[in-house]
């Protein structure tokens, strides 16, 4: 649901004009504080609301369907790998916190350099397979399935 | 204009969008080009790009052959099945028989997939879906392609590939502008891989308003993956093939963990089953190789996606809407109520949003479902997209030219939205169709197929008159007018979006007309679309914002209008439920049971159709 952005908590960072898929939070140039210029091509995807490091952005129902009154807020913490969410019903009966994970890992760390990685042979350029293939597939010793592994093959026509 | 031209040259392999398709590209290229110079070019900023920007709740292609779940030719039995027989089975099968090790690493990379605390593998929702808490999936696999990538030019919308000047039909970049900035940017490279998305928006929405971005394909999936690729004269195949959803109304809140892990069921107005009451008649139209309920309940071969949907709108063109998604047995189990709001923020905050402004706890009140306006895409339940080639080894002679996932124009290749006949691949199956993409493009390099590309600065010089030109033509024409948005020498984006919306929801089936066209409708349709695309040269754009928004109209045009062509071509109702030929109501075998191909000349704007025969697998295994 579109966005919008408290005028007391903005200072003006950016960082929502940086992630915004939409490429709709802008800064006002008189207020020097961002705010959502297309509220029509908002996907309330929440990317601006969890980028913000003042809580400045918060997002209201779609006029054309969404009466007011409600709230889903969130804290997304990288350094801790959860994120937080909280959701009150308009009618003050439904008041829900829910967490979940983000990452078991700390970020990027065990993404490997394939630059670094060993080079690939000839052999492996003229198979079929990708990297650490046929590996991690099944995470065993099996190959790469083939039309004639599996005992198959492609015809014309319907045969089903 | 004070523009700055940036010019990035000898680039091996050029990725443009990233999101799971060109993430997947990026960092793959990596590996099989250690040397080679690999760029990213993303209008918006990788680390929330794409159709899974907000996150998603579940992969839902993994076969889990390390389990002993599933082997590839059984995902490619479900899809061809699901999309009512019209499907690359070449492609699909190599998908399938790669993509789990593309699941394996990204739970290596730390995303947190769940585990069936009873077996150990992933907990899955249904067959083909695996749980995981995808919040930060796109965060993820973008750390990934920054690892590969020598440079990511965020920001920075592609609105046409660069041709060779010294070879026909040749590949040799793109160019865009910095949607921030507005500098033009200029990209040589000597591959590239389209990873762009598919088209939300271009039939109107149900929405009015405000609301207009509640849509359920991302509004900033233009169709640039169809838009860039089709200007560049490449083959098209099975465009016609738009996809309606079931959803929750209003949010189109995802049903698939509802259905499948939750076990919710649908019901009419009156709480009655409605769905198995429309069978009998469309088994008449459709054929009983295309639906034997029989049959499906015996082998668990699913009831095709568009026919369920038919049930659906019938019974509500019928008088007993709403059609409701019982919810209410099941959230009585607090863990299943917790899964049922979780997988909202996972992946559609807004339907949580809106339950909460309404009121609605599925736990006391069974909320409305309702079917969406169509789309334009090839990675979710449908294949629109680039006619390309398959691997070497499982495409028979019509599907293999050389270097998989290669567009039929050289060096050009798709990954995601942009490869046609190729649906239920899903975020997993993206990202590795961009890694099959990469390697091939690296292949084709090091064959040297790739030598003597030349660009000429006059088809650099054509392309920024043409991408700058909404921004000259509003100043020229701006201080006519007092003030306001009406001008009569152009139309502004908005304007031009609203209605290119309105002609294609009421010539081409979108949700107002039920999903009816038939050929009369179309060729009035493809008439205005004509019109429209003089109107198209003269749109205005007040600054670089607005022109960002000009550009993703043009890719949404020209998507639509092969949209329409296709729908004109395939002269039969193929997916009652996605859409309806009023003048072909039936499905047909003898004459349509092939996928359809077009090319767009590039010089005339002439299109030519042709019919592309179907293979299909058979052999061990065969569920019928």
Redesign the interface.
């Known amino acids: 649901?579109?966005t919008f952005v408290y005028m007391t908590r903005c200072d003006g960072c950016g960082h929502c004009v940086?992630?915004?898929?939409?490429?709709i939070m802008?800064i006002d140039k008189t207020t020097r504080r961002a705010y959502n210029?297309e509220?029509?091509?908002?996907?309330?995807?929440?990317?601006c609301v969890k980028a913000c490091p003042h809580h400045a952005i918060d997002?209201r129902?779609?006029?054309?369907?969404?009466?007011?009154?409600?709230?889903?807020r969130v804290i997304?913490d990288e350094e801790k790998g959860v994120?937080a969410?909280r959701?009150?019903?308009?009618?003050g009966?439904?008041d829900?916190n829910?967490l979940?994970?983000?990452?078991?890992?700390?970020?990027?760390k065990?993404?490997?350099?394939?630059?670094d990685?060993p080079?690939?042979d000839k052999k492996q350029?003229d198979s079929?397979l990708?990297?650490?293939?046929?590996k991690?597939?099944?995470?065993?010793e099996?190959g790469?399935?083939?039309?004639e592994s599996?005992?198959?093959?492609?015809?014309?026509?319907?045969?089903? | 204009m004070a523009y700055k031209t940036i010019v990035e040259d000898n680039i091996d392999v050029l990725v443009c969008g990233a999101g799971l398709g060109g993430t997947g590209a990026a960092w793959e290229a990596r590996y099989w080009g250690q040397d080679k110079k690999i760029v990213i070019a993303e209008k918006a900023n990788i680390d929330r790009s794409g159709a899974v920007a907000q996150g998603l709740y579940a992969i839902n292609c993994y076969m889990g052959t390390r389990f002993g779940e599933n082997n590839p030719e059984d995902h490619v039995r479900y899809a061809r099945i699901d999309l009512m027989g019209m499907v690359r089975e070449d492609l699909l099968f190599d998908m399938a028989r790669h993509v789990d090790s593309a699941v394996h690493q990204f739970e290596e990379w730390g995303l947190p997939l769940m585990r069936n605390p009873k077996t150990g593998a992933y907990q899955r929702e249904g067959r083909w879906q695996i749980m995981i808490h995808g919040e930060s999936y796109k965060p993820i696999v973008a750390e990934a392609a920054k690892k590969s990538a020598d440079k990511v030019y965020n920001r920075v919308c592609v609105t046409h590939l660069l041709m060779d000047d010294a070879k026909k039909n040749r590949v040799a970049g793109a160019v865009g502008f910095n949607v921030r900035t507005g500098n033009y940017h200029v990209f040589k490279s000597k591959t590239v891989v389209v990873g762009a998305g598919g088209a939300s928006n271009i039939f109107k929405p149900r929405s009015v308003g405000e609301g207009a971005g509640r849509v359920w394909y991302a509004p900033w999936s233009s169709g640039s993956a169809y838009g860039l690729l089709i200007e560049a004269g490449a083959k098209m195949t099975q465009m016609e093939n738009r996809i309606v959803l079931a959803r929750f109304k209003d949010g189109y809140g995802p049903v698939g963990a509802y259905f499948l892990h939750l076990k919710t069921y649908t019901q009419n107005c009156l709480g009655e089953e409605y769905e198995s009451t429309w069978f009998p008649e469309l088994q008449k139209m459709v054929g009983k190789e295309y639906l034997d309920p029989e049959a499906s309940h015996r082998t668990h071969r699913p009831i095709p996606t568009c026919l369920r949907n038919h049930a659906l709108i019938n019974e509500v063109n019928a008088g007993r809407g709403p059609i409701h998604m019982v919810t209410m047995e099941a959230f009585q189990d607090p863990h299943l109520e917790e899964i049922g709001w979780h997988n909202f923020l996972g992946m559609t905050v807004g339907q949580a949003v809106l339950w909460a402004a309404t009121d609605v706890n599925p736990k006391y009140e069974n909320p409305e479902l309702t079917t969406s306006e169509p789309y334009v895409m090839g990675s979710h339940a449908t294949g629109c997209g680039a006619w390309c080639s398959g691997p070497e080894d499982v495409s028979p002679p019509e599907y293999f030219w050389g270097y998989n996932r290669m567009t039929s124009v050289e060096g050009l290749f798709g990954a995601g939205d942009a490869v046609g006949g190729t649906p239920h691949a899903f975020s997993s199956g993206s990202f590795t169709e961009g890694r099959l993409a990469a390697k091939a493009a690296c292949q084709y390099i090091d064959d040297g197929k790739a030598e003597g590309i030349r660009v000429s600065q006059e088809q650099i010089d054509r392309r920024k008159a043409e991408i700058y030109k909404p921004m000259e033509h509003y100043k020229t024409y701006r201080n006519e007018i007092t003030a306001g948005s009406v001008n009569p020498n152009y139309i502004n984006p908005r304007q031009g979006l609203d209605r290119l919306q309105k002609l294609m929801d009421e010539y081409c089936g979108g949700v107002t007309v039920n999903y009816m066209t038939n050929e009369k409708l179309l060729h009035i349709g493809l008439k205005k679309l004509k019109i429209m695309e003089e109107d198209l040269e003269k749109i205005g754009a007040e600054n670089v914002h607005e022109l960002l928004r000009a550009w993703e109209l043009k890719h949404r045009h020209r998507a639509s209008e092969s949209v329409m062509q296709h729908t004109l071509f395939r002269k039969e109702t193929r997916w009652p439920g996605y859409y309806y030929r009023g003048d072909a109501m039936k499905l047909d075998d003898e004459n349509w049971h092939v996928l359809t191909v077009s090319r767009r000349d590039p010089e005339t704007g002439e299109y030519t159709m042709e019919k592309a025969p179907c293979y299909h697998l058979v052999g061990e295994g065969e569920d019928e």
């Not at chain 1, 509220?39 to 990317?47: I, K």
Request: net charge positive.
């Open positions: 649901m579109p940086d992630i915004c898929p939409s490429d802008h210029i509220p029509n091509m908002c996907w309330e995807c929440y990317s997002v129902g779609y006029a054309d369907f969404a009466p007011l009154g409600h709230s889903v997304r994120i969410w959701i009150k019903f308009r009618n009966e439904k829900m829910l979940a994970p983000i990452t078991t890992k700390p970020w990027g065990h993404i490997p350099q394939l630059a990685a080079a690939p350029r079929q990708l990297f650490n293939e046929p991690y597939i099944r995470m065993d099996g790469l399935h083939t039309l599996n005992g198959l093959k492609m015809k014309e026509g319907v045969y089903y």
